[in-house]
């Protein structure tokens, strides 16, 4: 597959395949029902997993194809872990697995503490060789990038070394706030909206991700 692809300042891939931005558009739409939009994040997802492993490092192996002997690639080492920023990013780990079925999964869920405004973790679930995998952390809607930083801090903590974060879109406020943050974080997206509104939501954006995701509105 021949990709194009635009580069920003600090590790930002935005995909500007035609197939994304195709894709992308028919997300947004509000008429877009809810088994529409799952079909789409799948889509988005297989081809967002194609630019974050881009990479992942090979080795080269032996093998014997019905002709002859010869020399191929294959991945080395221990390979991925996906993260998924609960709940929304659990929308992206399907179209995730599907590309690399063997990937490890990991779920961190955060809110917002009312009074302090800091992330507060209410669940944590990692696997334990963390530390030796290409950790690929997915979160629909990169937003403030308050939850996406606390999450790489809590993985950073938990041992993780190697990081990209992949959301479907992104503001402005999410990227600087994130690559400030994580500056060895490789940041993958689909689009970099316009901007954050005064309700935390991305405009023009899609709403609310999850909802949208879940039927839940
Ligand atoms: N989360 C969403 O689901 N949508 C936004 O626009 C921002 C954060």
Redesign the pocket.
Known sequence: MTERKTSHPSSVVVLDHPLVQHKLTRLRQKETSTAGFRRLTRELSLLMAYEATRDLPLETVEIETPLEWTHGHLLSGKKLCLVSILR?GNGILDGMLDLVPAARVGHIGLFRDPATLEPVEYYMKLPEDIGERVCIVVD??L?TGHSAAAAIDRLKHAGARQLVFVCLLAAPEGVAFLSKAHPDVKIVTCSIDRELDDH???RP??????DRLFGTK
Not at 205 to 210: M, T, W
């Open positions: 929304a629909p809607m937003a935390g939501y991305i954006g899609l709403g609310d991700a999850g």
